[in-house]
């Protein structure tokens, strides 16, 4: 009561303006010599005292703001004043999820009563599950926010948002969405380059859906359909993006894109450019300025992360990049020969594996019931395990079957079809009779001769380990098998016994075989004589030539040695043998 009786009297003062310097009430707070600005400003609107508001009433708020005081208490049209600007003209798209769990007369019914607001909804209608309609009242726009998580029909939870729109969207065809968007487009290209800038504002898409990820693929169509060649620049500045993919379909319809713009974005990874990478991997001009994805590393690390995924890159934000720095030479655009076998022995026993591993295809080959001979071949306590994997690649035909042989199945110690131990045990056969059954009741085969390969590691101990590779010609489908062997050499006649047999199958590749089954696979040097390799083996040390140029040099000059030397030396003087012949 003393506070208000000293404001009562105090109001004298404040109409005869003598109040500057009159310590007020306010002086025990802020220690301030005069009234608040905003209590000046008021008692000019109202005409007098400044703890007087419109209908007369004294304010009882004290008639100063300190801190946290800024709203004065007693005033109806305090409010009022205050959202008089707030009130935004613009429209408002309203989304709301699950719309098949209520129904829509009912929402709005309940949305009239909780948000005291006139709501008046445009274009109503449901999308991908979801109510959307438009409102031009930003005071009901945040009082339908305000409700979201908050009604309850049918005992489901409503949620929904708004965003700013242009207007309500019509429902539009596609030939009625690309006959707009072709229009803006036209406005906005000019000289090989197309600006994409603030897609959403364009005026030529009022009432369609025009945000930039909406309306892509629609972008995508017309320029693969109209302008395909045409455009080298892209600009998709202020457009929101936080990623790139909405410009996927766009980017990759251009053909000869080398610059790309995304300025002032809201890109913030590297990641967030993958599609962009998918895209358009070979542009030369990238700017990323006004994203925060600069921001978050330094700028050693974002050149570089931005060069590993366009490699072509020769500008990055407007700024040239420095060339790479190289510390290797010219790269080798040839590989070195391949070679039919790799046999780390010496000739006799390079010889001896040769003949034992062709035996050994043979009588694998003649019959099921055949392979019994190859008993004397394996160790008394001799191991045997197969692992299948059968991978389809969407080439199924004739003899490349889409499922796994059962026969191939009951026996597979894949760990990824066989997770089991006691049953991956169950698999592993053990000794020379049961490796014998177990071989005995797989089906007939037929090896490829062309397509063998083996390859050993050198003698240890009398023990080498051997693996022999290729394709298989089986009833019903092509298989494709790496077999490796432990073998343990008897010097004294030198034979060879298997103390480890394990078989790895594959499902073949269509065009893998069609590519061992031409006539003019699989030709080398192991189809020639002793005395033939030995020309070729001196001739490759005269000439550096690699094995195949060699054969057809000796099979140019009839296999006379000297005439071939001849022909070579001839060739090379008129330079007329190109420098891939050569070895490295």
Not at 290 to 296: S, V, Y
Not at 523 to 548: C, D, G, H, N, W
């Amino acid at each position: 009561l003393q506070h208000y009786f000293i404001q009562s009297n105090l109001s004298m003062y404040m109409d005869k303006k003598q109040y500057s310097n009159h310590p007020g009430p306010n002086r025990g707070y802020s220690g301030r010599k005069s009234w608040p600005r905003t209590n000046q400003r008021q008692q000019r609107r109202t005409g007098g005292s400044a703890f007087v508001d419109r209908d007369g009433d004294t304010d009882m708020s004290g008639g100063f703001s300190g801190r946290g005081r800024g709203k004065q208490r007693f005033n109806p049209g305090y409010d009022v004043r205050m959202n008089r600007n707030r009130v935004n003209a613009s429209w408002w798209k309203i989304i709301v999820h699950d719309a098949d769990k209520f129904d829509q007369a009912h929402f709005f019914k309940m949305l009239d009563n909780t948000t005291n607001e006139s709501i008046d909804p445009q274009n109503t209608r449901v999308e991908r599950n979801k109510l959307v309609f438009w409102i031009k009242n930003a005071r009901a726009k945040d009082a339908i926010r305000n409700q979201s998580g908050k009604l309850t029909l049918k005992d489901h939870t409503i949620n929904l948002f708004a965003v700013q729109s242009n207007g309500p969207e019509l429902l539009l065809t596609k030939d009625q969405q690309k006959e707009k968007v072709c229009s803006a487009l036209a406005k906005r290209y000019k000289d090989k380059s197309l600006s994409l800038v603030k897609m959403h504002q364009d005026e030529d898409l009022t009432g369609m859906k025009s945000r930039l990820f909406e309306i892509s693929s629609v972008l995508g169509e017309l320029i693969k359909e109209k302008c395909a060649d045409l455009i080298v620049e892209i600009d998709f500045s202020n457009n929101g993006l936080k990623h790139t993919g909405c410009t996927r379909e766009i980017v990759a319809a251009c053909k000869t894109l080398k610059k790309v713009i995304l300025d002032n974005n809201n890109i913030n990874a590297i990641v967030d450019l993958r599609n962009l990478e998918r895209g358009a991997p070979e542009i030369t001009h990238l700017s990323l300025l006004n994203n925060p994805i600069k921001n978050l590393m330094e700028d050693a690390q974002y050149i570089s992360e931005i060069r590993k995924m366009f490699p072509k890159l020769i500008q990055l934000d407007n700024v040239a990049l420095p060339e790479k720095i190289k510390f290797d030479t010219e790269e080798q655009d040839e590989l070195p020969p391949t070679q039919k076998f790799c046999i780390m022995l010496e000739p006799t026993q390079r010889s001896a594996i040769e003949n034992f591993f062709s035996q050994y295809v043979k009588f694998h080959d003649a019959d099921s019931s055949a392979r019994s001979q190859l008993a004397p071949a394996y160790d008394e306590t001799c191991i045997f395990s197969m692992a299948t994997a059968w991978r389809v690649r969407g080439d199924v035909k004739d003899k490349f079957p889409v499922k796994m042989p059962a026969e191939l199945m009951k026996k597979n110690r894949n760990f990824k079809h066989c997770t089991r131990a006691e049953q991956r045990e169950s698999r592993l056969f053990v000794g020379r009779e049961n490796v014998v059954k177990e071989l005995c009741e797989l089906d007939n085969t037929r090896h490829m001769l062309q397509t063998l390969n083996i390859d050993t590691s050198g003698m240890i101990n009398n023990h080498v380990t051997a693996i022999l590779s290729g394709i298989i010609d089986s009833p019903g489908e092509y298989r494709t098998f790496s077999r490796s062997f432990v073998l343990a050499a008897n010097p004294a006649n030198g034979s060879f016994l298997i103390l480890n047999d394990q078989l790895s199958v594959i499902r073949s590749c269509p065009d893998v075989v069609k590519k061992v089954e031409d006539p003019e696979f699989g030709r080398s040097t192991t189809s020639l004589s002793a005395e033939q390799e030995a020309l070729v083996k001196k001739i490759q040390e005269t000439t550096k030539m690699i094995t195949k140029f060699c054969v057809q040099c000796l099979e140019a000059s009839g296999w006379n040695f000297d005439s071939a030397i001849l022909k070579f030396n001839e060739m090379k003087s008129k330079s007329q043998i190109p420098p891939e012949v050569f070895m490295n």
